[in-house]
């Protein structure tokens, strides 16, 4: 298969698009590498993208413009007889405005969180003085219970 590789793209539906829009104007191209997808990871990425590529070599510079034409009507603006921008279509009533919910209160600012942890802390620290004074830290038998 002859031809020459003039778009690809990792997205699909683009490559698709540009092909369809070659082939209205009567350029000959085909998509391949359509499949590969599956096998990123595997191969690099950019080599599973699909590609499009112009059959007819003597359309080539035709296509390249078409495609540099499609991709620059992106950001284009809808014309003014468009459905979505008539005026009277538009919902008259207003969206309440977002409620923030409250932030939670950190953690060591909630007085009973506060308290238990102080009161872990110290009943831990009482054992380990206790332990300490009967003798249990560091023995062999390890503790009694």
């Not at 096998?39 to 003597?58: K, N, R």
């Not at 923030?100 to 620290?125: H, K, Q, V």
Request: glycine share 8%; with cysteine; hydrophobic share 45%.
């Amino acid at each position: 298969m002859t031809g020459k590789l003039i778009y690809s793209s990792a997205n699909p539906l683009l490559v698709e698009n540009l092909r369809n829009v070659l082939e209205l104007e009567g350029i000959a191209c085909a998509v391949r590498h359509r499949d590969l997808a599956p096998l990123a990871g595997v191969l690099p990425d950019f080599e599973t993208w699909p590609q499009l590529w112009v059959l007819d070599e003597s359309r080539i510079a035709d296509a390249e413009r078409l495609i540099a034409e499609a991709l620059d009507q992106g950001g284009a603006p809808m014309p003014d007889d468009w459905p979505g921008n008539l005026s009277d279509e538009r919902d008259p009533v207003e969206p309440p405005p977002p409620v923030r919910p409250e932030p939670p209160a950190p953690f060591a600012t909630e007085p009973s969180r506060l308290r238990l942890w102080i009161a872990l802390g110290l009943i831990a620290w009482l054992l380990y003085f206790v332990a300490r004074k009967l003798g249990y830290a560091g023995h062999a038998g390890g503790w009694p219970f």
